[in-house]
Structure formats: structure tokens, C-alpha cells
């Protein structure tokens, strides 16, 4: 498959970039407010245009030197406009041209790429007439005048970039069968899911999450070796979920590092946007690594947090984060994983790393246990196996009887992977207690390897649907 171009969308802060990424998704997904430097980090996503045309969109932070923060985001920015094929550089048609505008603008024509200046918020003929013509001093090859936010005068700027993205070479999906038909249709259709099935199966999904100021960014700049998140001392720094893809082990592992999370009370403005985010980005995830401060140890909202991935059913690895500061001997570490075990008993089966983003201290031994779980996480038991622990489990303990009636279980198979799930079947569904779920939980675990991975038992009549409540 050829290399997809690559579109950064740059522009000072709070001129429209977000909403421009958003227009070309078709679909709200950066973040957009009134609030200047909304957007402070770098996200991509691919993009279809004109029915067959593909390319990978950058949005950028806004360009500014007022604080060390947005020189960060300012630094990341123009990175990744050295890295694209083609810029976009938006400007707000509502005011005058800014001096910093015209250097900003006239330093990435030095790249010599295709660049457009994009004067949004043309909302009507009366912007248009007022400013919009003080900006062709800039020089610019194409000039467009637009209103992102009410879809106007979009077409010449879809025709411009349709010169520069290349037409999807359209691939032949079909088989090619001899001419004795000697493949059936089952064979295709076999051939064609074991294709899907390996190709899923090489993605893996990890979001980073945790409280703020726990060092997420660090962790995901670790992992990349180069500074891709803006990371800052002031708690917040990370709105939009921010996702980075490696290949390791071959495999590709998408990152995704979320907004840091507040006590309720304390999430203001965007940042309850950003909430919402990360609730739909571990709804995706395969797993998620928690990180806690180690400086400051297991909060009551790490608890909450820690709920979360409960409540989605992750693969989950507990990481401790900011470790550099302690002595790294046995005494503290046994002391620290004793408090975390106590606070978050839900988590048990979840294995837990000390580190330090900051130094790079045993980073790089997440990855592989990133591997190892998300192997456990879609790992299929078969039912004669699991049959034989259900046999040995019911032989050391019988289930208790309900209303002196006999709960009677008659075999067990594994429905589903991602995570695994499994069906104890009985005559009495609702008499299998949670502790005899638990029970039989910690035999499965003893005998099979679940480390890192939930669990999920249910009891089901013969007969009944999987997908049955």
C-alpha cells in the first residue's frame, strides 16, 4: 500500500484548526471551545475526500511564545509541519493580519511544500469584503476564504487538496479461481475471516490514564523516545486524548494518553469534555495502564479511577510512577505494593512496575508486558481443558445449596475473548453465589494464565443465548 500523505493544519491559537480537523473527519472529534490553547498536543487520523482520495491529518496546537507550556506546543507544532507533505495555515478572518502571522506563515513557505492560507471565519459577504483581501499580501500561492464552522466556500479548498492527494489505487479484493473452480465459496469465506482475524489481532489498544499530574505524558514521550506530548508542570496539560502508534514484537500498539482525571467537583469548563473523552477511549481499549504517583501513593480517586477499568473490563497493569525518588530496595517496594494491593483489591489480578518516566527507569519492560496481556486478554480456553479444571474445582468444593435445593452445574465453555468470559451451565443460574464465582475465578487463574486480564463468570441455563441478560 503506498504511503499516505501526511496534512498538518497549523495556525496561531484559537482560529479554527480543531474545528477544521473536525470538518474533514466529518465527525466531532478534537476538542473545540472559545478557550485559547484548547488543543496542545498532536492528533492524526485518516481522512477520505472526494469518494477515494486518502490522507492523514494533523492538528496541531496553536502557535505561541507567551508561556514555557505553548513554546512546547509551539516547538511540537512546527515538528510536525516538517514532518507533513502538505500545510494548511489558518488565520482569523475576523481580525486584521498579525505581524507574527506573516513570519509564522512566511517560514513554513521555506519549506517549499504545498501550503494554502485558509482565512476562516468568512461567515458572509461582509467579512469577506472587510478583511479577507488584507491578507493576499501574504503572497500565498492559494488564498481561500472560508467559514470552517458554517461549511462555506469549502469546494475550491477540497479541489486544491485533491491535487496533491493521489486516487486510492483500488486493489483487487476478489480471489482469483482457477478456472476448474476448485475453491468453493466456503473456502473464500474462510480465507477471508482467518485474514481478518490475524490482522486484528496484531492491534493492540492501551490507554494511559490515571489522575492529573501522574506523569502520563512522560510515560507516552518515553515509550516514543522524543517529546510528542506537551508536558508541564500545571495539572490539566493534557485536554484531548492524544493517541501514538509504535510497532513492537510486530505488533502495533496504539497509545493513547488520556486527559488526567479530577475529583468531580474540581472538573471546570473543557476539561468535563475531556472526562467524557476518555470514557469513549476506554470503551476502545484492550488495556489500560493506571499510573500512580508514587510520591503521594493510592488516593481515593485512584480508587475511582481504578473503577473504570473495572467497569470496561481491561487488560490492566498497574504502573508507579515518579519511583526516582525513592531508594529502590525492598523494603520500600514491599511496603508500597502492600498499601496498593489493600486499596485496590479489584485490581488484583493486575501485575504492578515501579518506574520513572522522567530517567526512563524499567520503561522499556512495559512493552513486553503489554504483549504478554493483551495474549492472555484474547486468549481462547478450550472447552474440553476448561472442563477438566471445572471437574477438579466442583470435586475440592461443591456450590452451596439454595433454599435446600441441589445447584447443579453441568459444564462450562468459553464464549468470548477480549476479555474472556465464560459460562458456567447449571439448572440454577442465580444460585451460583459471587463467593463460588470468585472460587471458582482464583481456580481458573491457578490453573490458566490470566495475569493482568479480568475474569468475567456467569451462570447460564442449557439452551440459553450467550448474549442473553
Given at each position: 500500500?503506498?504511503?499516505?500523505?501526511?496534512?498538518?493544519?497549523?495556525?496561531?491559537?484559537?482560529?479554527?484548526?480543531?474545528?477544521?480537523?473536525?470538518?474533514?473527519?466529518?465527525?466531532?472529534?478534537?476538542?473545540?471551545?472559545?478557550?485559547?490553547?484548547?488543543?496542545?498536543?498532536?492528533?492524526?487520523?485518516?481522512?477520505?475526500?472526494?469518494?477515494?482520495?486518502?490522507?492523514?491529518?494533523?492538528?496541531?496546537?496553536?502557535?505561541?511564545?507567551?508561556?514555557?507550556?505553548?513554546?512546547?506546543?509551539?516547538?511540537?507544532?512546527?515538528?510536525?509541519?516538517?514532518?507533513?507533505?502538505?500545510?494548511?495555515?489558518?488565520?482569523?478572518?475576523?481580525?486584521?493580519?498579525?505581524?507574527?502571522?506573516?513570519?509564522?506563515?512566511?517560514?513554513?513557505?521555506?519549506?517549499?511544500?504545498?501550503?494554502?492560507?485558509?482565512?476562516?471565519?468568512?461567515?458572509?459577504?461582509?467579512?469577506?469584503?472587510?478583511?479577507?483581501?488584507?491578507?493576499?499580501?501574504?503572497?500565498?500561492?492559494?488564498?481561500?476564504?472560508?467559514?470552517?464552522?458554517?461549511?462555506?466556500?469549502?469546494?475550491?479548498?477540497?479541489?486544491?487538496?485533491?491535487?496533491?492527494?493521489?486516487?486510492?489505487?483500488?486493489?483487487?479484493?476478489?480471489?482469483?479461481?482457477?478456472?476448474?473452480?476448485?475453491?468453493?465459496?466456503?473456502?473464500?469465506?474462510?480465507?477471508?475471516?482467518?485474514?481478518?482475524?490475524?490482522?486484528?489481532?496484531?492491534?493492540?489498544?492501551?490507554?494511559?490514564?490515571?489522575?492529573?499530574?501522574?506523569?502520563?505524558?512522560?510515560?507516552?514521550?518515553?515509550?516514543?523516545?522524543?517529546?510528542?506530548?506537551?508536558?508541564?508542570?500545571?495539572?490539566?496539560?493534557?485536554?484531548?486524548?492524544?493517541?501514538?502508534?509504535?510497532?513492537?514484537?510486530?505488533?502495533?500498539?496504539?497509545?493513547?494518553?488520556?486527559?488526567?482525571?479530577?475529583?468531580?467537583?474540581?472538573?471546570?469548563?473543557?476539561?468535563?469534555?475531556?472526562?467524557?473523552?476518555?470514557?469513549?477511549?476506554?470503551?476502545?481499549?484492550?488495556?489500560?495502564?493506571?499510573?500512580?504517583?508514587?510520591?503521594?501513593?493510592?488516593?481515593?480517586?485512584?480508587?475511582?479511577?481504578?473503577?473504570?477499568?473495572?467497569?470496561?473490563?481491561?487488560?490492566?497493569?498497574?504502573?508507579?510512577?515518579?519511583?526516582?525518588?525513592?531508594?529502590?530496595?525492598?523494603?520500600?517496594?514491599?511496603?508500597?505494593?502492600?498499601?496498593?494491593?489493600?486499596?485496590?483489591?479489584?485490581?488484583?489480578?493486575?501485575?504492578?512496575?515501579?518506574?520513572?518516566?522522567?530517567?526512563?527507569?524499567?520503561?522499556?519492560?512495559?512493552?513486553?508486558?503489554?504483549?504478554?496481556?493483551?495474549?492472555?486478554?484474547?486468549?481462547?480456553?478450550?472447552?474440553?481443558?476448561?472442563?477438566?479444571?471445572?471437574?477438579?474445582?466442583?470435586?475440592?468444593?461443591?456450590?452451596?445449596?439454595?433454599?435446600?435445593?441441589v445447584v447443579s452445574i453441568k459444564f462450562a465453555t468459553q464464549y468470548?475473548?477480549?476479555?474472556?468470559?465464560?459460562?458456567?451451565?447449571?439448572?440454577?443460574?442465580?444460585?451460583?453465589?459471587?463467593?463460588?464465582?470468585?472460587?471458582?475465578?482464583?481456580?481458573?487463574?491457578?490453573?490458566?494464565?490470566?495475569?493482568?486480564?479480568?475474569?468475567?463468570?456467569?451462570g447460564r441455563k442449557r439452551g440459553q443465548r450467550m448474549d442473553d441478560?
Amino acid at each position: 500500500m503506498p504511503k499516505l500523505k501526511k496534512v498538518a493544519i497549523l495556525g496561531r491559537p484559537n482560529v479554527g484548526k480543531s474545528s477544521l480537523f473536525n470538518r474533514l473527519l466529518r465527525q466531532r472529534d478534537a476538542i473545540t471551545s472559545d478557550v485559547v490553547g484548547t488543543t496542545r498536543d498532536i492528533k492524526k487520523r485518516l481522512v477520505t475526500i472526494s469518494g477515494n482520495r486518502d490522507f492523514e491529518v494533523i492538528d496541531t496546537g496553536g502557535i505561541d511564545d507567551s508561556t514555557e507550556m505553548f513554546a512546547t506546543v509551539k516547538k511540537l507544532s512546527l515538528r510536525a509541519a516538517d514532518e507533513a507533505d502538505i500545510i494548511i495555515y489558518l488565520v482569523d478572518g475576523k481580525n486584521i493580519p498579525e505581524e507574527e502571522d506573516r513570519e509564522l506563515f512566511y517560514q513554513l513557505q521555506n519549506l517549499n511544500k504545498p501550503i494554502a492560507l485558509v482565512v476562516n471565519k468568512i461567515d458572509n459577504d461582509k467579512d469577506e469584503s472587510i478583511r479577507y483581501w488584507d491578507f493576499l499580501e501574504f503572497g500565498a500561492d492559494r488564498t481561500f476564504p472560508m467559514s470552517v464552522s458554517h461549511n462555506r466556500y469549502m469546494n475550491d479548498f477540497y479541489a486544491w487538496l485533491d491535487e496533491y492527494i493521489p486516487e486510492r489505487e483500488e486493489e483487487n479484493k476478489g480471489l482469483e479461481l482457477q478456472e476448474d473452480n476448485e475453491l468453493s465459496f466456503e473456502d473464500i469465506v474462510n480465507m477471508v475471516q482467518v485474514d481478518e482475524v490475524e490482522e486484528e489481532d496484531k492491534d493492540i489498544k492501551v490507554a494511559i490514564i490515571g489522575r492529573v499530574n501522574t506523569g502520563k505524558s512522560s510515560l507516552l514521550n518515553a515509550f516514543l523516545n522524543e517529546e510528542r506530548v506537551v508536558v508541564s508542570p500545571v495539572a490539566g496539560t493534557t485536554i484531548d486524548p492524544v493517541d501514538e502508534a509504535l510497532e513492537y514484537q510486530d505488533r502495533k500498539i496504539t497509545f493513547v494518553d488520556t486527559a488526567g482525571i479530577r475529583r468531580r467537583g474540581k472538573i471546570l469548563g473543557i476539561e468535563k469534555y475531556a472526562f467524557g473523552r476518555t470514557e469513549e477511549m476506554l470503551e476502545e481499549a484492550d488495556i489500560a495502564l493506571l499510573i500512580i504517583d508514587a510520591t503521594v501513593g493510592v488516593l481515593e480517586l485512584d480508587e475511582r479511577i481504578a473503577n473504570l477499568i473495572e467497569k470496561h473490563k481491561l487488560g490492566c497493569m498497574i504502573v508507579l510512577n515518579k519511583w526516582d525518588i525513592h531508594k529502590d530496595d525492598e523494603a520500600t517496594y514491599t511496603k508500597a505494593v502492600e498499601d496498593i494491593r489493600d486499596q485496590l483489591k479489584f485490581l488484583h489480578y493486575a501485575p504492578l512496575i515501579t518506574i520513572s518516566a522522567k530517567t526512563g527507569l524499567r520503561v522499556h519492560k512495559i512493552l513486553d508486558e503489554i504483549v504478554t496481556i493483551y495474549e492472555r486478554y484474547k486468549q481462547r480456553i478450550p472447552t474440553s481443558t476448561l472442563n477438566e479444571v471445572l471437574k477438579y474445582a466442583i470435586s475440592r468444593h461443591h456450590p452451596p445449596t439454595v433454599n435446600g435445593g441441589v445447584v447443579s452445574i453441568k459444564f462450562a465453555t468459553q464464549y468470548e475473548t477480549k476479555p474472556p468470559k465464560i459460562a458456567i451451565i447449571t439448572n440454577r443460574p442465580d444460585g451460583i453465589h459471587f463467593s463460588y464465582k470468585r472460587y471458582l475465578s482464583n481456580i481458573f487463574r491457578e490453573k490458566f494464565d490470566f495475569v493482568g486480564v479480568p475474569l468475567d463468570i456467569e451462570g447460564r441455563k442449557r439452551g440459553q443465548r450467550m448474549d442473553d441478560d
